[in-house]
């Protein structure tokens, strides 16, 4: 079964500070893909960073890094030095190739609210 | 470019009542989802549609049908709204043809429909 697991439904972080927000998942596909999302109190869903299963390195774009741990089954997302404008719902989400072509699985997000 | 466009951005409906909301991409892709989101369950699958004249069900389906005519447009109907319907409501899609590894989902801004 396929399964997308966020355990924090709320975080709290310190503006400049850095924050760790977990994912683990669950798939027996080889190839899988693994996003995560922002949702700011606007409600639109903001892509952030992206995670393929081959992929030997972490990912990184910007201040986002996506601490990727296999064997784990862990793809937690690592925002460095927090800003005001981070506070927002981050969705952790994968991408399996189904029988009927691609299948997305969504975590219940968690809520992330930075500190001044 | 537009991407997505949902419509309406919000609506509130009386119980009984028959809804479509629209959904309409301008990518030409192949693939197009509708999700619900509601407080503590994140984003969960209505339906989905990986070609234009296919049709899947997701994990929500009962009490929706979609229909797919063309490429660009992924319309929901309820045909009978229910109050546990009430939810905020998101189109997405991807283009899952290619052999790239992103095939990220691009999301519409949503549509909060309230069932009364």
């Known amino acids: 079964a396929q399964k997308i697991t966020q355990t924090q439904p709320g975080m709290f972080v310190q503006e400049k500070e850095a924050v760790t927000l977990d994912c683990t998942y669950d798939?027996?596909?080889?190839?899988?893909?693994l996003f995560w999302y922002k949702q700011p109190s606007s409600g639109e869903m903001i892509f952030l960073i992206y995670?393929?299963?081959?992929?030997?390195q972490n990912a990184t774009e910007g201040r986002y890094s996506l601490n990727f741990q296999k064997a784990r089954k862990s793809a937690n997302l690592v925002i460095s030095a927090s800003q005001l404008g981070d506070s927002a719902m981050y969705f952790c989400?994968?991408?399996?190739?189904?029988?009927?072509?691609?299948?997305?699985?969504f975590g219940t997000g968690t809520s992330l609210t930075v500190i001044p | 470019i537009a991407g997505i466009t949902q419509a309406p951005t919000s609506q509130i409906l009386a119980a009984g009542r028959r809804m479509t909301l629209r959904c309409t991409q301008d990518m030409r892709h192949n693939a197009m989802y509708w999700y619900r989101q509601d407080l503590g369950l994140g984003l969960r699958l209505i339906h989905y549609s990986n070609t234009a004249g296919t049709t899947g069900k997701g994990e929500v389906p009962d009490g929706y049908s979609v229909s797919r005519a063309n490429t660009d447009d992924f319309p929901l109907t309820l045909a009978s709204a229910v109050p546990s319907q009430t939810s905020v409501y998101f189109c997405?899609?991807?283009?899952?043809?290619?052999?790239?590894?992103?095939?990220?989902?691009?999301f519409g801004p949503g549509t909060r429909l309230t069932v009364l």
């Open positions: 997405a899609s991807s283009d899952s043809r290619t052999s790239g590894s992103y095939n990220e989902q691009f």
């Open positions: 798939t027996s596909d080889p190839s899988y893909g």
């Open positions: 989400a994968m991408r399996v190739v189904g029988d009927t072509g691609n299948q997305f699985y």
């Open positions: 995670q393929g299963s081959y992929d030997q």
